[in-house]
């Protein structure tokens, strides 16, 4: 069975810090990982990892993905309240294209 | 683009009513998934449809829950009889398969369900 687990489940930090999302994953015929963030509504896409060692890059996000490792990190720097969400990890693989599954998220706080 | 719709977004019932919930999928998009999220499980894959045909259902919990895509842009995920550990938010997501590349699912903004 697929397996995705991400840490810390929940970090507590303040504005301008930097943080680090960890998010292993175990699965057959492995083709994408893709990260979400859920504020308090629908999960919105950051980013889509194939490949890796390429890094994906979005303002302060960037994410990086270790496929021998079977693990990726999203990086976010100089943090802002507006951050403070939910962040899901998920991977797509096995038989079914197209299928996803979800880790459990991290909860990120931003104070100000 | 209206993105994913879903409807109703809240739904308060119960125990023993039947619930509708209904998506309609961003056009052109030909694959079609039905998440429920918990607090306690998180989110789940209940089942999915590729070109209106359902290809995985494992996730579905038991028969009180069904789904159908009469057609490329309406789904229903139905729950008869409903029970309150039914109470969850259930999202719609869909996504474009172009060949040679990936993409990512887009998803509704839900349906709060609550069942008495």
């Known amino acids: 069975e697929d397996k995705v687990v991400q840490s810390p489940l929940s970090l507590v930090v303040h504005e301008g810090d930097t943080v680090t999302l960890n998010c292993s994953y175990e699965?057959?015929?492995?083709?994408?990982l893709l990260w979400y963030k859920q504020e308090k509504k629908a999960p919105t896409f950051l980013f889509m990892l194939?490949?890796?060692?390429i890094e994906k890059k979005s303002g302060r996000l960037s994410s990086i993905l270790d496929k021998k490792e079977l693990f990726s990190i999203l990086n976010i720097t100089a943090t802002q309240t507006g951050d403070s969400a939910v962040y899901l990890c998920?991977?797509?693989?096995?038989?079914?294209?197209?299928?996803?599954?979800f880790g459990q998220g991290t909860i990120l706080t931003v104070h100000p | 683009d209206a993105g994913v719709i879903q409807s109703p977004r809240h739904e308060v019932t119960e125990m023993g009513q039947e619930v509708t919930l209904r998506c309609k999928p961003i056009?052109?998009?030909?694959?079609l998934f039905w998440y429920r999220q918990t607090m306690m499980r998180g989110l789940e894959l209940l089942i999915y449809?590729?070109?209106?045909?359902?290809?995985?259902d494992s996730g579905m919990p038991e028969d009180r829950f069904s789904a159908k895509m009469p057609n490329a842009s309406f789904s229903t995920l139905k729950i008869q009889p409903s029970e309150p550990r039914d109470s969850a938010v259930y999202f719609c997501?869909?996504?474009?398969?172009?060949?040679?590349?990936?993409?990512?699912?887009?998803f509704g903004p839900g349906t709060r369900l609550t069942v008495l």
């Open positions: 449809f590729n070109n209106n045909v359902p290809i995985d």
């Open positions: 998920a991977v797509e693989g096995g038989t079914s294209y197209g299928k996803l599954t």
């Open positions: 699965v057959t015929n492995f083709r994408s």
């Open positions: 056009s052109g998009h030909d694959y």
């Open positions: 194939t490949s890796s060692g």
């Open positions: 997501a869909s996504r474009r398969r172009l060949a040679g590349t990936y993409n990512e699912q887009f």
